[in-house]
């Protein structure tokens, strides 16, 4: 079992950065890889970017790479989403998640978050 809180979340401006933190509980979190998702109000929940469990692999939507930056302190339980360049279109409640298996479909990830808002203003 595993529990995620997410962290970080806030009102920008576009153009910002924000970087949000997923901490997990319990000692497997470094057997799961890691993924986080968003899902902005009246859309379906979107795929944003995930790590392999040891964060040798990553992967990101074509809407975010290289503006955003997936990565993972195994020893601090913590998964990390570094956002730059903000966009309005970036406004969604973000969610980390965990499975065992690398993937981008969210309906793969066994864990769930609690999600936290990220609004970016024009």
């Known amino acids: 079992q595993v529990q995620l809180v997410e962290s970080g979340g806030g009102l920008v401006q576009a153009g910002d950065s924000l970087r949000l933190s997923c901490a997990a509980s319990g000692r497997t979190f470094s057997s799961y890889a890691m993924g986080w998702f968003r899902q902005a109000p009246g859309k379906e929940r979107e795929f944003v970017a995930a790590?392999?469990?040891?964060?040798?692999?990553?992967f990101y939507a074509s809407s975010v790479k290289g503006r955003f930056t997936i990565s993972r302190d195994n020893a601090k339980n913590t998964v990390y989403l570094q956002m730059n360049s903000l966009k309005p279109e970036d406004t969604a409640v973000y969610y980390c998640a965990a499975n065992e298996a690398y993937g981008s479909s969210w309906w793969d990830y066994d864990y769930w978050g609690q999600g936290t808002q990220v609004t970016v203003s024009s």
């Open positions: 790590i392999s469990w040891s964060g040798g692999n990553t």
